[in-house]
Structure formats: structure tokens, C-alpha cells
């Protein structure tokens, strides 16, 4: 379990007497076996804050707890010690450009005891578990960005660390190896029982294999929880913001302000959003059912719906076409079954 | 007033050294190759103190750039190590010496010569021939390659040192094996450029009656206007720097991947 308590972490601005507070009183928990993922646009803090876990950068106030015990107190070898049981993989992989796969991963073996034929067995292993094995000969510079990846993860999990920081592992990455990392990272998490902390400004990563998250702007921890509650029920502007991102519905507020044809409307029509938000019961037909009770056509222009954690979650952009009153009507029901509904235009005639 | 009294007297005492080492040299009968002797004939009749010259030039460089290379190497990464935000970040040690390499860097070397004489003499028991000329060689090269090894050193991504420390590396370990293992290559190529700069020292080290290929082209090609043996000189020294530049680039190349 990692603690983090009270976090403050500032920065001395050469030239002037004041401080840049890049972390500001955070306070987290991370249960074992959790993958957390912490949120925000760059400058947030979130790579200082990351840091501090691990102590590359110290904090200049607060606790850090990882299983009960308080790291700021080690010594210097006591602290080094403790570091190997936390692994670290970086955006920009930092594997040694010298030595091959196999040096690398073998680099943090040095000084553990184990013969060199153990640790060659070790890192074979460790390659074949994130399956890159048959490039053990060959150097970094020769490997593409995900297999640039896979070794420094190799090389973090040499020491077997129970905790694993991921800081922006995946932003270097095109989208395809962003998910095999992301599957990799999630199959680690559940084969090896790692806790994983992962560091991103993309909210897909957070919603394709965190299970808590915490948003953080300007240093602090805006809002946090379990993922499917942030996603269905975010509080904070930024949180949405970033909920946004994940969806390209948002895209309709475009359309409407360019006034693209696709969203023109004819005399009585309302095009609308309908925000699932975990409706009660999945299995009803909610859309054919209004259609049919309420005699209204509803046009689906587009769709992002997803299943996060087994609760259908998403957005879809209809044009709602019939008589006022039915429209009203069918707008009334969806909403009674959890359904927000947003209209977004508006051509029915007012009264 | 007394010291500079003294070292006039000493860099007297260094030109007159070097005029009896030349005529002592002058004396040396060994000839050289027979197919030498029609087409450079100053050069055939002085093959002894050519043979003798180039063995100096080789003598200074091989001592001075090796304890440069030492000296240097250490200094350049307690220069790296301990500049703000270094891994062993100690700012009086980094300013003070940071200074003392900028004042080195900054005195010309003909005047660096004359000046260590005294530090010649105490660390070497004399300030001429090409004993007296090493150290001022080292502290005419040693700043040179200390600048060399922090650019050298400057070129490892802070994020493999960040690695390092994330798995639990001391200092040393970043030390010897990041920042050392990683700049193989850079510092091979910084110690190809010093070694070759340093030739050029060796050069003006004759002034110190220290002998060497530089000084043997002043006395005999310029001084006695034997242009065959400038230009031999020229040759030698071309065909030693490439040497020195081909196996750099060669150390460099096979630890760059």
C-alpha cells in the first residue's frame, strides 16, 4: 500500500525569492493490487508527484508510506534498497544505449548475489514474460518504441518490485502499442499481483486499465475515485474535460456552431444528446421503446458507447422528429429511465 | 620582485640549455636511409636528431596526455556531478574549481611554460629539457580535457541517470557505470581531439629546451633554413595526427550503437 500524505513539493525560481508549489498538500492511497492512474494536462505535478513516491524527488513536506513504512526516514542505503522493490518505466523508455537488451535488463541484477548464469536465466525470463525474448542480442537503438518499452519494463520488474510507476509509458506510443503496453501492463498487474501507479494526460489509458483515478490540476488532486464513478458522475470541470476527450460526441457542439448539414433541422426536430449513466436496467430497448409509445423517429447521427466495468457507459447524438408534444413526452421517459438527455438544438415551434 | 627576477634568469638558463642540447645534437652522426640522401639532404645528414626528436615529442605526449587523461577524466565528472542539479550537487566544490579551470583555459601556454617553472622544478627537479616541459604540458591539457569530458558527459540523457537511481544505484554506480559506460564513445573522441591539441603544445615545449619535432623544425628548417626538414616535420606530424584521429574514431564507432 502506498501513502501519500500531505505531499508539498516546491521549486526555488532562480533569480527570485518565492517558490513554485508543483505539488500541492496531495494526499492519496493506493491500495495493493490497485492500478491507479493520475490524470492531468501537463505542469500539473503529476510527474513530481510520482517522484515522490520513489524519492527522485524529494518531497519538501508531507509522508510517504509504502507498507508502513516511512521512506522519508531511510538512509541512503536503506533507501536504495527499497527502491529496487519499485520499479520505474519512463516515457522515453531510458534504456542504456550501450548495452544490448539482455545488459539492460540484467543492469539492475548487478550486485544482487546471483551467479551470471542465474541472472541470464533471470532475464530471459523477464524478456519472455513481456515477450521480446528474441531480441535479447540486439541494441536499443534497433527496437521500436513498444519494444523500447517492453524491455524497460523487463528491467523494472528485475529486482520483483510489488509496485510498478508508469510515468507517461505511453505517450511516446502510437495508439496500437499504447493498448499492448496498456494489456501488458493490466496482465502483470493481475499475473504478479504488481500495484501499478500510472502517470498519463490520456483518459483513455486511464479508462482502458486503471480502476482509480485521481485528477489532478495546478498541483493538486482535484477529484478522485473509482474510475466507473468519476466517468458517470464527474464533479469537477477539468474531470469532464478530460471525460470529453474520451468521446468524439463532442464533437456535435462543432457541427452546430459551423452549422454542418448534418445537424440542420427541419421544422419540429430536436437534436439531442442522450448521456447513458448507468441505466437501471440495460436490457430495455430504451430508444425503439420511446420511438414506438410516443410515435417519434429517432435518428441516430452517432454514437461512443462502451462497457467500462460491465455498466454500459457513452453518448449518442439523435434527432428526435414528431409532434411536440410526443417529443416531450419521449424526452420525459428517457429521462425517467436514467437517461440524461441534452438538447443541443431546438426547431419545434414554441407555443 | 625576487620570483621575477628568477624566472628571467631561468628562461635564460632554458635558451641556453637549448642551444647546448643543439649542438650537442649537431654532433650526432647516425645517418639515415640511403634514398634519403639525394632527395632531402638536411634531413639525411640530422636523421639522428630526428630520430631523437620525434622519440621526445612521443616521450611528452604519451606522458603529459596520460596523466591529463587522469586527471581530467576525474575532474569533468566531479564538474558534472556536482553542478546544480547533479547527482552529488555540491555548489562551492563546482564553483571554485569551474573558476580555476576557466583560469587555466584563459593563460596563454608560452606564458604557462615560463610561469610553472618553479612547479617544474619542485615536482620535477628541473624546469628544462623535456622533464621540465610535462608539467606544464599536463596543466596546459588537463583544462582543455576537463571542458571536453563535461561536454562529453553533458551528452547522457539525465533520464538514464534517473533510471539508474530508480533501481537503486548509488553515485559511484551512475558514476562508472551510466555516466563513464554510456560516453565511451564521446570521451574516445574528446581524448582524440585533446591528444592532438596537445602535439601542438609539445611543439612550443622547445622553448624549455624540451626538444621534439617542433623544436627540431625551428632550429634546423627555420632557424638554419633547411625547408626539407620542415616539411619531413609537417609529414611526421600529419601522418601522427591521423593516426591518433583513425584510432579514435575507430574506439568511438565500435561503442556507438
Not at chain 1, 490524470?39 to 524527488?57: E, Y
Not at chain 1, 551470471?116 to 524478456?127: A, P
Not at chain 1, 494489456?183 to 494526460?201: D, P, S, Y
Not at chain 1, 488532486?221 to 470529453?244: C, H, L, M, Y
Request: a neutral charge; proline letters at 3%; hydrophobic letters at 45%.
Amino acid at each position: 500500500m502506498i501513502e501519500l500524505v500531505n505531499i508539498v513539493k516546491e521549486f526555488k525560481v532562480t533569480g527570485r525569492g518565492e517558490a513554485v508549489h508543483a505539488v500541492n498538500d496531495v494526499s492519496l492511497t493506493v491500495e495493493d493490487g490497485d492500478i491507479f492512474g493520475i490524470i492531468g494536462f501537463s505542469g500539473a505535478g503529476k510527474s513530481t508527484l510520482v517522484r515522490c513516491i520513489n524519492l527522485l524527488g524529494r518531497p519538501s513536506s508531507g509522508k510517504v508510506i509504502i507498507d508502513g513504512r516511512d521512506m522519508m526516514s531511510l538512509s541512503d542505503k536503506e533507501l536504495r534498497e527499497a527502491r529496487k522493490k519499485i520499479g520505474m518505466i519512463f516515457q522515453h523508455f531510458n534504456l542504456m544505449p550501450s548495452r544490448t537488451v539482455e545488459e539492460n535488463v540484467a543492469f539492475p541484477l548487478k550486485g544482487s548475489g546471483l551467479t551470471k548464469d542465474q541472472i541470464h536465466e533471470k532475464v530471459m525470463k523477464l524478456l519472455k514474460l513481456v515477450e521480446i525474448d528474441e531480441k535479447a542480442s540486439v541494441y536499443p537503438s534497433q527496437l521500436s518504441g513498444g519494444q523500447k518499452q517492453r524491455v524497460a519494463i523487463a528491467r523494472a520488474l528485475a529486482n520483483d518490485p510489488n509496485i510498478l510507476l508508469c510515468d507517461e509509458a505511453t505517450s511516446a506510443l502510437d495508439p496500437q502499442t499504447t493498448q499492448s503496453i496498456l494489456q501488458l501492463i493490466k496482465r502483470l498487474n493481475k499475473e504478479l499481483g504488481l500495484t501499478v501507479v500510472v502517470i498519463t494526460h490520456e483518459m483513455a489509458v486511464i479508462k482502458s486499465i486503471c480502476n482509480k483515478v485521481a485528477v489532478m490540476e495546478n498541483g493538486r488532486v482535484a477529484e478522485s475515485g473509482d474510475v466507473f464513478a468519476i466517468f458517470t458522475d464527474p464533479q469537477q470541470q477539468i474531470t469532464k474535460n478530460f471525460i470529453r476527450t474520451t468521446s468524439n460526441v463532442s464533437k456535435v457542439y462543432e457541427f452546430v456552431e459551423n452549422d454542418a448539414e448534418v445537424v440542420r433541422l427541419k421544422e419540429g426536430e430536436v437534436l439531442a444528446i442522450l448521456h447513458y449513466r448507468q441505466p437501471e436496467d440495460v436490457s430495455v430497448p430504451l430508444i425503439s421503446t420511446a420511438s414506438r409509445r410516443y410515435e417519434v423517429n429517432l435518428n441516430i447521427l452517432f454514437a461512443d458507447v462502451e462497457i467500462i466495468d460491465n455498466k454500459s457507459i457513452g453518448d449518442t447524438v439523435v434527432i428526435l422528429q414528431g409532434e411536440n408534444d410526443n417529443v416531450s413526452e419521449a424526452i420525459k421517459y428517457l429521462e425517467r429511465h436514467n437517461l440524461r438527455v441534452e438538447v443541443v438544438k431546438d426547431a419545434r415551434i414554441s407555443v | 620582485m625576487q620570483g621575477y627576477l628568477f624566472n628571467i634568469g631561468t628562461a635564460a638558463g632554458a635558451a641556453a640549455g637549448r642551444l647546448g642540447h643543439g649542438i650537442l645534437l649537431a654532433k650526432n652522426t647516425v645517418t639515415g636511409p640511403a634514398f634519403i640522401e639525394t632527395s632531402l639532404p638536411n634531413v639525411y645528414s640530422h636523421w639522428g636528431d630526428f630520430l631523437e626528436a620525434m622519440r621526445d615529442t612521443l616521450i611528452m605526449e604519451l606522458w603529459a596526455g596520460g596523466i591529463s587523461f587522469c586527471i581530467g577524466l576525474v575532474l569533468g565528472v566531479v564538474l558534472t556531478v556536482m553542478r546544480p542539479g547533479g547527482i552529488l550537487e555540491n555548489k562551492p566544490v563546482y564553483q571554485a574549481l569551474d573558476k580555476i579551470v576557466n583560469l587555466f583555459r584563459s593563460i596563454p601556454f608560452i606564458i604557462l611554460l615560463t610561469a610553472l617553472m618553479p612547479l617544474s622544478r619542485l615536482i620535477m627537479g628541473t624546469a628544462i629539457y623535456v622533464r621540465g616541459a610535462i608539467v606544464p604540458l599536463v596543466f596546459g591539457c588537463t583544462p582543455f580535457f576537463i571542458r571536453q569530458v563535461e561536454a562529453a558527459l553533458a551528452q547522457i540523457d539525465y533520464g538514464l541517470i534517473e533510471a539508474a537511481l530508480s533501481m537503486g544505484c548509488s553515485p559511484l554506480d551512475v558514476i562508472v557505470r551510466v555516466y563513464l559506460k554510456e560516453s565511451v564513445g564521446h570521451i574516445a573522441r574528446a581524448t582524440t581531439i585533446t591528444a592532438i591539441s596537445l602535439l601542438g603544445l609539445t611543439a612550443m615545449a622547445g622553448a624549455v629546451g624540451a626538444g621534439g619535432l617542433g623544436d627540431f623544425a625551428i632550429r634546423y628548417g627555420h632557424d638554419r633554413n633547411m625547408t626539407d626538414i620542415t616539411w619531413t616535420t609537417v609529414i611526421v606530424l600529419v601522418i601522427a595526427v591521423s593516426i591518433v584521429q583513425t584510432l579514435g574514431g575507430w574506439i568511438a564507432k565500435k561503442n556507438t550503437h
